[in-house]
Every structure is written in C-alpha cells, then in structure tokens.
C-alpha cells in the first residue's frame, strides 16, 4: 500500500526566512500530489496540487512544490514565510484511480516567529 | 451550499453508546469521503461514496463502523457502541467526479 512521509513533525522560522517541507511517496506508478493547508481554528484547505506537466507547480499565498519523481518527492517551498503562515501543513497523494481516496502525511506544525 | 458541512461540530458521548454523524457535501459534488484525524495522526481514509453506493469501505476500521449516502447527497457515518480509542476528528471531504477534494470542518467526537 502507499505511504507518504513528512520527516519536519515541528518547523519553528523566523518572518522572512524561506521554507522547505519535506514530502516522500512511496508508490511506483502514476500519482496526483497534494498539499493542504490547516490554519488554527480552520478546516483543511488546498494549497496546490500536481496532476500532470509542468513538475513545478505554483499554488495560493506564494507556495510552490516541486514534483520529482525519481526521488518520489513533492517538496513544499516558500521564499519568505509570514506570521500567517503559522499553520499545519499536510501532503496527500491519490494513487488508485477509480478510487480517488487521498493518503495523507501526519503533518508538518509549522511556528513563525515574528 | 458554498461549502461542506457537517454536524454536530463536537460530540461528548459514554463509551457503549452510538453517535451518528452528519455530512452534508457541496451541492452536485458525485463523490463523498470520510476520514479520521487522531492526535499526533495524520488523516485516515474511511469510506468513499460515488453517489450512493461505497466502492471502497477498507478504511473502517470495525464492524461498529458503518456509513451510508442518500439522494446523492447528505451522508451519515455511525459509530456503534462507541468505544474510547474512537475518539478523534471525522472530517468529510465531497469531490465533482475526479477533482479537487473539499474538506468539511469536521466532528470531534470525544468518548469518555
């Protein structure tokens, strides 16, 4: 069965530094990839997702992840992180395509600083 | 409605006792799902309705565990004789075919 790994369970940043989550699949065949975001209080919301084409994908808020399939990667990116991005954050992949159901990650907490 | 919802937003429940939980999805969205969010977990995948029938119900995880869809539309995951390691967030996501899944703001149900 697929996993997904997110190997940062608490990421403390500072305002303005850059960020970097960590995704891992294990699957060999086609996926979809998927980051959701949780902010306190809130319910989970799309942060961007990869289907096909182009292996970087740019998403809301000035997020972007990187597909890299021969690292089974999906890594989430943010040049300078914000107090409001202080959040949750999860990575999911679909796997089974007459299934749809999404395998999440535990999450990553992430803490800004300000 | 604009997005999905469900109820009741906290359940206080003994253990032995059932709950019902409610989902209402996004107005023509055709597949529904329900996860489980534990603490310290990440989300893990129930069931999945594609109308009203459920091609996928590997995730329950008894038989005290059951979900059903009508009309397309509003579902309702049951708990029987609830038991403490129940205890967790049910969220609903609802999806227009192969899309984009659209969470719900969840139940956290608590079984003392």
């Known amino acids: 069965a697929q996993s997904v790994s997110q190997h940062n369970h608490h990421v403390i940043l500072s305002e303005a530094a850059s960020l970097e989550l960590g995704c891992n699949y294990s699957?060999?065949?086609?996926?979809?990839l998927f980051w959701y975001v949780q902010y306190p209080g809130q319910h989970l919301q799309l942060l961007l997702k990869y289907f096909s084409g182009d292996p970087l994908v740019k998403g809301i808020k000035g997020f972007e992840a990187e597909f890299i399939k021969s690292k089974f990667s999906f890594n989430l990116r943010k040049p300078s992180v914000q107090w409001s991005d202080t959040a949750e954050y999860f990575c999911?992949?679909?796997?089974?395509?007459?299934?749809?159901?999404?395998?999440f990650g535990t999450g990553t907490r992430l803490t800004i600083i300000p | 409605g604009a997005g999905v919802s469900q109820s009741p937003s906290n359940k206080v429940t003994e253990k032995g006792k059932d709950v019902e939980l409610r989902c209402d999805p996004i107005?023509?969205?055709?597949?529904l799902y329900w996860y489980r969010q534990s603490l310290g977990q990440g989300l893990e995948f129930l069931i999945y309705f594609q109308g009203n029938s459920a091609p996928d119900k590997s995730g329950l995880p008894s038989d005290r565990f059951s979900a059903e869809r009508t009309g397309g539309s509003v579902s309702t995951l049951t708990i029987q004789r609830t038991q403490q390691e129940d205890s967790a967030v049910y969220l609903c996501?609802?999806?227009?075919?192969?899309?984009?899944?659209?969470f719900g703001p969840g139940t956290r149900l608590t079984v003392l």
């Open positions: 996501a609802s999806s227009l075919g192969v899309g984009t899944q659209y």
């Open positions: 699957y060999g065949g086609t996926v979809n």
């Open positions: 107005s023509g969205h055709t597949a």
């Open positions: 999911a992949v679909r796997t089974n395509f007459g299934n749809e159901k999404l395998t």
